[in-house]
């Protein structure tokens, strides 16, 4: 069975920075057909929303507008972990943060539509506060 974990969150001040990881255990992603690993978050009262993802080659990413030039994902194939770096926080990026995978037909870039993705972790709080 597939598992994601996610770790690295917690609290922040505005402005600062984290990097969270999402580690696969169990089999690896390319048992199981794995073309993409994606970053999602879920604020309290909200929809949870795609933030950024990486194809299973590393070479395509895609982000949400949203974090556009501060947040950036990258992925460790010796490792089996994908990293998202976030600079420049905001108080609007708090949230609990979920990795998923994406298996099925590649696609020409990575989407960050949360109905894609079949295998979610259990998830990582990030808070931006002063």
């Known amino acids: 069975q597939l598992q994601l974990v996610e770790s690295g969150g917690g609290l922040v001040q505005p402005g600062g920075s984290l990097r969270l990881s999402c580690a696969a255990s169990?089999?690896?992603?390319?048992?199981?057909?794995?073309?993409?690993i994606g970053w999602f978050r879920q604020a309290p009262g909200k929809e949870r929303e795609g933030v950024s993802c990486?194809?299973?080659?590393?070479?395509?990413?895609n982000y949400a507008d949203s974090v556009k030039d501060r947040f950036t994902i990258s992925r460790d194939n010796a490792k089996n972990t994908v990293y998202l770096q976030m600079n420049n926080l905001k108080p609007e990026d708090t949230a609990a943060y979920y990795c998923?995978?994406?298996?099925?037909?590649?696609?020409?870039?990575?989407?960050?539509?949360?109905?894609?993705?079949?295998?979610w972790g259990q998830g990582t709080q990030v808070t931006v506060s002063s």
């Open positions: 998923a995978a994406r298996g099925g037909p590649p696609l020409p870039i990575c989407t960050v539509d949360k109905g894609h993705y079949n295998y």
């Open positions: 169990g089999f690896t992603p390319d048992y199981y057909g794995i073309d993409a």
């Open positions: 990486i194809s299973t080659d590393g070479h395509g990413t």
